[in-house]
């Protein structure tokens, strides 16, 4: 089993930044972030693999960046320039050498002036 534990949500303005921290119970493999909003499906928002490489949703290129410090067990999801559209719940994931696939509990973003 891997807990998960999500920090760094909160208000921010827009064109503001926050940095989203996932602490993880024990090692991982590799992990990434989701977020929804209410009535919508969740969807993928930075998913990272080897080698450091990440994938990203396109409405988020060139303003997030997910990284990983594994000597904490902890990814990192840092968000620039955020707009309104970017407020959800955002979610983060990791495998572990099983790839069996944890989540975290959820952490409120909220980009509103």
């Known amino acids: 089993q891997v807990q998960l534990v999500e920090s760094g949500g909160g208000l921010v303005q827009p064109g503001g930044s926050l940095r989203l921290s996932c602490k993880a119970s024990?090692?991982?493999?590799?992990g990434g972030w989701h977020r929804q909003v209410p009535g919508k499906e969740r969807e993928m928002v930075a998913q990272?693999?080897?080698?450091?490489?990440?994938n990203y949703a396109d409405s988020v290129k060139g303003r997030f960046t997910a990284s990983r410090d594994i000597a904490t067990n902890t990814l990192y999801l840092e968000m620039n320039s955020l707009k309104p559209e970017d407020t959800a719940v955002y979610f983060c994931?990791?495998?572990?050498?099983?790839?069996?696939?944890?989540w975290g509990q959820g952490i409120q973003v909220t980009v509103s002036s």
């Open positions: 024990r090692s991982i493999f590799m």
């Open positions: 990272m693999a080897n080698a450091g490489n990440s």
């Open positions: 994931y990791v495998y572990d050498d099983s790839l069996r696939d944890y």
